[in-house]
Structures are given as C-alpha cells and as structure tokens.
C-alpha cells in the first residue's frame, strides 16, 4: 500500500537545504490522507547590546547583567597587567553610566 504525504513547501524546502525538521505525521480525520506538520520552534532569545568596544575587550548589556571582557597578553609583566586592567574597568564604568544616562533621555 503506497500513501502520500502533504507536505508544505517550506517545509521541504528546508529539507532540501539539509536541515532536521521535527513535527508530528498523522492522519487527518476529514480527508484520510497523511498530513505532516512541523513545529514551530522559533527562538526568542534576545541578543545582547554592545555598549562600547574597549582596547582591550567590551561591555554588553543583556537583559538582567552588563557583561564586561577584558583580554591582556602575559609577557607584559604582572603589573602592568593589572594597570591595564584597573584602566579598562574604570572606562567600562564609565561608558556604563554614560549609556544610562542617554537612556534617560
């Protein structure tokens, strides 16, 4: 016994293009043919804002955290490193406050 499936056609496109589809196969009870339906998976994940790139990294905003990276090389000394550091915070802070208050307006 041969079925055909319906299929809709962005979902086979997608499966065309190689991507996993995941949905349900059944029976549909008003015309008896086999009806493939995907999930609708869509993501909502809301990206993070960068407030300012760094010399030696960045600061983001996400929705709960402000994210700071830092990132100095080790053959510069321990000291140095910690200057640098300090310094890159201190513009973080900076920029954070600054982003705040332009918010507010």
């Given at each position: 016994?041969?079925?055909?499936?319906?299929i809709?056609?962005?979902?086979l496109?997608?499966?065309?293009?190689?991507?996993?589809?995941?949905?349900?196969?059944?029976?549909?009870?008003?015309?008896?043919?086999v009806?493939?339906?995907a999930?609708?998976?869509v993501s909502?994940?809301r990206?993070d804002?960068?407030?300012?790139?760094?010399?030696?990294?960045?600061?983001?905003e996400?929705?709960?955290?402000y994210?700071?990276y830092?990132?100095?090389?080790?053959?510069?000394?321990v000291?140095?490193v910690?200057?640098v550091?300090?310094?890159e915070l201190?513009?973080?802070?900076?920029?954070?406050?600054?982003?705040?208050?332009l918010?507010?307006?």
């Amino acid at each position: 016994m041969k079925k055909f499936i319906e299929i809709e056609e962005n979902v086979l496109v997608r499966l065309m293009e190689g991507k996993c589809v995941e949905g349900s196969l059944r029976v549909d009870e008003l015309t008896n043919k086999v009806v493939f339906r995907a999930y609708n998976r869509v993501s909502h994940r809301r990206k993070d804002r960068v407030i300012a790139y760094l010399e030696h990294g960045w600061i983001k905003e996400s929705s709960q955290r402000y994210k700071f990276y830092n990132s100095v090389r080790k053959d510069i000394g321990v000291t140095k490193v910690s200057v640098v550091m300090h310094r890159e915070l201190g513009t973080a802070m900076e920029e954070v406050k600054l982003d705040r208050m332009l918010s507010i307006l």
